[in-house]
């Protein structure tokens, strides 16, 4: 039973380019979410997505990002145009039931760690 | 301070000795987390505490909660150099649209000497 897969694990890009960071949630979890987390820092939560919806981007820069969890294949987090400011380790997590009014536990990825020279 | 802040913010200690590490946070929550987190990876799930639960058990690991003083510890019995990693505490806020949208804090970094 594989976990929660992200790939690519390291991505460089330059300033000005896009990165486009995947995520495979665990079999059978249908919520995905993807957090960032910058250096000596803790996480910070993004976006919660279901199949085709965005339930909450609250956590989401206004602009350049944007993530989607399609009917089929992985979900996407993309970063258009990256500052480096934008290097960090992004993280997804999935779950097999929503939150609701009450968290559970998340399984999170190993995580994709983007640098932006 | 901020919602799920840790301390102490690193800790040193030999084999077989105990860890503690605290958490802090701000506002009601539905329920708080630990996790842990080696160097260059995933985060990996502890434990979780409700907010109607004080002490919890899990294997080597022992959690508190306290929401009058709006405080959780976690506790390491007989440490090993395996424990070595960075331990965070995430709390669930309670009300409004908590999907899944954990408040993690800075986290302790833990050191366990052989």
């Known amino acids: 039973n594989a976990g929660v897969m992200q790939n690519p694990r390291h991505l460089v890009r330059r300033r000005g380019q896009e990165a486009r960071l995947r995520c495979s949630p665990m079999?059978?979890?249908?919520?995905v979410y993807w957090y960032r987390q910058l250096p000596e820092e803790g996480l910070k939560f993004m976006v919660y997505l279901q199949k085709e919806n965005i339930i909450d981007e609250s956590g989401m820069p206004k602009e350049r990002f944007s993530a989607e969890f399609p009917k089929e294949g992985p979900s996407i987090l993309r970063i258009q145009q990256v500052v480096r400011g934008d290097s960090a380790a992004y993280f997804c997590?999935?779950?097999?039931?929503?939150?609701?009014?009450?968290?559970?536990?998340?399984?999170f990825g190993e995580g994709s760690r983007l640098t932006v020279l | 301070s901020q919602q799920g802040e840790e301390d102490p913010q690193a800790l040193s200690i030999q084999e077989g000795e105990n860890a503690t590490m605290n958490c802090s946070y701000k506002?009601?929550?539905?329920?708080l987390q630990w996790y842990r987190q080696n160097s260059g990876r995933g985060l990996v799930h502890l434990i979780l505490?409700?907010?109607?639960?004080r002490e919890k058990h899990s294997g080597r690991l022992r959690v508190t909660l306290d929401t009058s003083k709006k405080s959780s510890s976690l506790l390491i019995t007989a440490s090993r150099a395996a424990d070595t990693a960075s331990y965070f505490c995430?709390?669930?806020?309670?009300?409004?649209?908590?999907?899944?949208?954990?408040?993690f804090g800075q986290g302790t970094i833990l050191t366990v000497h052989p």
């Open positions: 506002t009601s929550i539905n329920n």
């Open positions: 997590a999935s779950s097999p039931h929503g939150g609701g009014l009450n968290t559970g536990e998340l399984f």
């Open positions: 079999k059978g979890h249908s919520h």
């Open positions: 505490i409700r907010s109607n639960e």
């Open positions: 995430a709390t669930d806020v309670r009300g409004g649209t908590s999907y899944g949208k954990l408040t």
